[in-house]
């Protein structure tokens, strides 16, 4: 048999001190309160004793150093999936709003279609690669659960393509928190999302939750 289930977790609060749109950037790692995050994540499945027989992450720092804690409780090597991986964006490495933007005309593209979104990956492509993600994972053990460490919008493009709700939403409103756990199970051929839960959820008072596309 395939995985029970697949949890989806997002990575912990990220050191980010002049608040610029990281997205793929290298060198952004976690912060220390990022780290405990983590740890409450994988702390949080350990105690519930989740059979975790699979562990995969994005490529980039934040979601590896978010996975070493998995690692190291459930006696995993983190296998890298760069379909895990945050969306590309046209604002990368900038401090930036709608307003800045409309004062130069050569961005003016950019923003052109946000129900694309034209400043970056489409929505339908970040939910295809993840789906395939997700899929592969779901196979790639005889039985137990898989983690996948990825990104707030890869996750919430699961969410809402697996809940049949329209991709273009509002990035306020995401339900996609650091460290959270969104579990899904393959029911009838299809995944369905059965959980979700913030595990870092006492951490949140005081955690950045800025710079993801």
């Known amino acids: 048999m395939p995985a029970n289930q697949i949890h989806l977790v997002r990575h912990g609060e ?44 994005s490529p980039l720092q934040r979601t590896q150093e978010s996975a070493a804690p998995w690692a190291r409780r459930f006696d995993l ?38 129900l694309k979104p034209s400043w970056g990956e489409a929505y339908v492509s970040i939910a295809a690669r993840m789906l395939k993600a997700v899929d592969a994972a779901w196979q790639s053990v005889d039985d137990g659960d898989v983690v996948l460490v990825s990104h707030q919008l890869p996750i919430w493009m699961v969410h809402r393509s697996i809940t049949g709700a329209r991709l273009f939403h509002d990035p306020r409103r995401r339900r996609c928190s650091l460290s959270s ?22 951490l949140l008072a005081t955690a950045v939750d800025s710079g993801a596309a």
């Open 14 to 57: 990220v050191y980010n001190p002049e608040g610029v749109l990281y997205g793929r950037i290298e060198g952004f790692g976690l912060s220390v309160l990022g780290q405990r995050m983590a740890e409450a994540a994988a702390l949080f499945l350990q105690n519930q004793q989740a059979p975790v027989k699979g562990l995969f992450a």
């Open 77 to 114: 090597a983190v296998q890298t999936d760069d379909r895990l991986i945050e969306p590309t964006n046209k604002f990368e490495g900038r401090r930036t709003s709608v307003k800045q933007t409309l004062s130069h005309p050569v961005e003016w593209p950019w923003i052109a279609n946000p």
């Open 181 to 202: 756990i969104t579990t899904l199970e393959r029911r009838r051929g299809a995944f369905v999302e059965v959980n979700y839960r913030e595990p870092a959820a006492t």
